[in-house]
Structure formats: structure tokens, C-alpha cells
């Protein structure tokens, strides 16, 4: 009599996947917009202020135990693992996000910068138009002060 094993494989398959895929969100998570942010206040790269921030932790604890791992480990783990972080993580934005509108700007940018730039410009572009027209009605003999 032949037994069939493959039923069990596909369900620790399917049980591997979801972990992976749940550790893969919430590294996504991390990493996104909502995630941690290197602070602009930080020492160097802002990445211990970042995590601090994010947890909500003393930026001082976090920099000591930084420090300390840093100590007993040496450059190898935590100083590249550091690095990474620093070149890896977004930096904060420059002014608090207001709405959805501007968290999608700031990801564009952060993605795509000439992309973004090219969205200013059209802006202006337009704001110019509607200012010319304005001047135009004006300044034209039609337009009377009264």
C-alpha cells in the first residue's frame, strides 16, 4: 500500500509561505511611508533618532544600546547593519504630511524625483497661465475702474 506525503509538504509549504509573506509586510511596513524614517536631527544618518521615534523609546537608550552592541560585536554586524539602515531607510519629509495627497507626492519623489519635478513645474506653468489671463482682462481696454 503506497501512502501519499504530499499533502503534509503542501501544507507546511503553505505554512512557510504565509510567514514569509507576513515577514515580508511587515518589512514592507517598515520600509513604507508609515514606517520609520531617518530623523534630520539625528547625530549620524539618523537612523538611531528614526528608530527611536518610531518605537517611541529615549533617542538616548537607543543610541547606548546601539553603542553597546556596536562594542562587543564590532563593525561587522552592527556598524554595517547601521550603514544599511542609513542608506536604505527614507528620510523624513521636511514638513509634516497632510492628507493622502501629499503622502503620495512625497512617495513619488522619493521614487521618482524627475517625475515629481515635472509635476511642480506643470503646476506653475498653470498658476502662470491663469495669471496672465488675469493681467490680460485686466490691463485690456474692456476693463473699466470705476
Given at each position: 500500500?503506497?501512502?501519499?506525503?504530499?499533502?503534509?509538504?503542501?501544507?507546511?509549504?503553505?505554512?512557510?509561505?504565509?510567514?514569509?509573506?507576513?515577514?515580508?509586510?511587515?518589512?514592507?511596513?517598515?520600509?513604507?511611508?508609515?514606517?520609520?524614517?531617518?530623523?534630520?536631527?539625528?547625530?549620524?544618518?539618523?537612523?538611531?533618532?528614526?528608530?527611536?521615534?518610531?518605537?517611541n523609546f529615549s533617542v538616548f537608550w537607543v543610541r547606548?544600546?546601539?553603542?553597546?552592541?556596536?562594542?562587543?560585536?564590532?563593525?561587522?554586524?552592527?556598524?554595517?547593519?547601521?550603514?544599511?539602515?542609513?542608506?536604505?531607510?527614507?528620510?523624513?519629509?521636511?514638513?509634516?504630511?497632510?492628507?493622502?495627497?501629499?503622502?503620495?507626492?512625497?512617495?513619488?519623489?522619493?521614487?521618482?524625483?524627475?517625475?515629481?519635478?515635472?509635476?511642480?513645474?506643470?503646476?506653475?506653468?498653470?498658476?502662470?497661465?491663469?495669471?496672465?489671463?488675469?493681467?490680460?482682462?485686466v490691463t485690456s481696454k474692456e476693463f473699466d475702474w470705476?
Amino acid at each position: 500500500m503506497k501512502r501519499h506525503y504530499g499533502h503534509r509538504q503542501n501544507h507546511k509549504f503553505k505554512q512557510y509561505k504565509r510567514h514569509y509573506n507576513g515577514l515580508r509586510d511587515r518589512l514592507e511596513t517598515l520600509a513604507s511611508s508609515q514606517g520609520i524614517y531617518r530623523s534630520r536631527r539625528g547625530i549620524f544618518m539618523g537612523v538611531c533618532r528614526g528608530l527611536a521615534e518610531y518605537f517611541n523609546f529615549s533617542v538616548f537608550w537607543v543610541r547606548i544600546i546601539t553603542l553597546v552592541l556596536f562594542l562587543f560585536t564590532g563593525f561587522w554586524p552592527i556598524g554595517v547593519m547601521y550603514i544599511v539602515a542609513g542608506l536604505l531607510v527614507k528620510m523624513e519629509p521636511v514638513s509634516p504630511l497632510r492628507d493622502e495627497k501629499d503622502q503620495e507626492f512625497y512617495d513619488s519623489y522619493t521614487h521618482s524625483r524627475p517625475s515629481a519635478i515635472q509635476r511642480i513645474k506643470r503646476k506653475f506653468e498653470n498658476i502662470e497661465r491663469r495669471i496672465q489671463r488675469m493681467e490680460h482682462t485686466v490691463t485690456s481696454k474692456e476693463f473699466d475702474w470705476e
